[in-house]
């Protein structure tokens, strides 16, 4: 038992006393042990609380970054699906234009060749060089190559379209994969139909396919990882 003051006559008295002994002075005892249980369970509650808002933030922030790399590395695929597409483009478009240019040579000159006397050579007569050109164009292996590669500049521009809300970091990729690819748009159609001279059908072809080389090493130099959450 302890001993206290009494705060009217200041003699000593026990701590549980409620009525002073000697003046008479009353006093009020708590539950000492009420008070403390109160106070732990308080204490209790509002760590609970904290904690579950602690753990409400850190899933939210879980959350939130799983849905941005999830997002991010979508856009990154996008650009790789953009590469690998023009580049099956390219080669079936670099065979078109191999193909247009010997067809248009042999015809003017009248030079037979494996792969192009089907075209310019037709009942016993040459052909001139825009017979021998409509000649290739209506040939049905032809006709599928550049089916195809419609097909293929379609799936690669869909590609580009599909990158939307681009993130930050990727802001200056998304701009190069945009000019790569609208060289690649260039260099495919050009591919497709024979226009001007033969002269100038090659000239513009290599001019084209320099532009579109240049655009392809920024845009390679460029290519993002994917991340991790």
């Not at 970054?65 to 597409?85: A, L, M, P, S, W």
């Not at 409509?134 to 599909?162: C, G, H, R």
Request: aromatic share 10%; with cysteine; net charge positive.
């Amino acid at each position: 038992m302890a001993m206290i003051q009494c705060s009217k006559c200041g003699t000593d008295i026990s701590d549980k006393a409620k009525i002073c002994p000697y003046c008479g002075e009353k006093y009020k005892r708590g539950n000492k042990k009420l008070v403390v249980l109160i106070s732990i369970a308080v204490i209790i509650i509002i760590a609970a609380v904290v904690g579950i808002v602690i753990v409400g933030n850190n899933n939210k922030k879980k959350k939130e970054r799983k849905i941005y790399v999830e997002h991010y590395n979508e856009c990154v695929q996008n650009f790789k699906d953009i590469k690998t597409g023009a580049e099956k483009g390219i080669v079936i478009g670099d065979k078109l234009a191999a193909l247009t240019s010997s067809v248009w040579s042999d015809s003017i000159f009248k030079q037979a060749s494996l792969d192009t006397i089907m075209y310019t050579y037709k009942d016993d007569t040459w052909q001139s060089y825009s017979q021998a050109l409509n000649n290739m164009y209506a040939d049905e292996t032809v006709k599928s190559s550049i089916n195809s590669l419609k097909k293929i500049k379609q799936d690669v521009n869909q590609k580009l379209n599909d990158i939307n809300d681009v993130p930050d970091e990727l802001k200056e990729e998304y701009e190069s994969a945009k000019t790569f690819v609208a060289f690649f748009n260039d260099r495919v159609d050009f591919c497709s139909k024979a226009s001007g001279s033969l002269s100038t059908y090659r000239t513009t072809y290599e001019s084209k396919k320099t532009a579109y080389s240049q655009a392809l090493t920024r845009f390679s130099a460029k290519m993002p990882k994917e991340i991790e959450e």
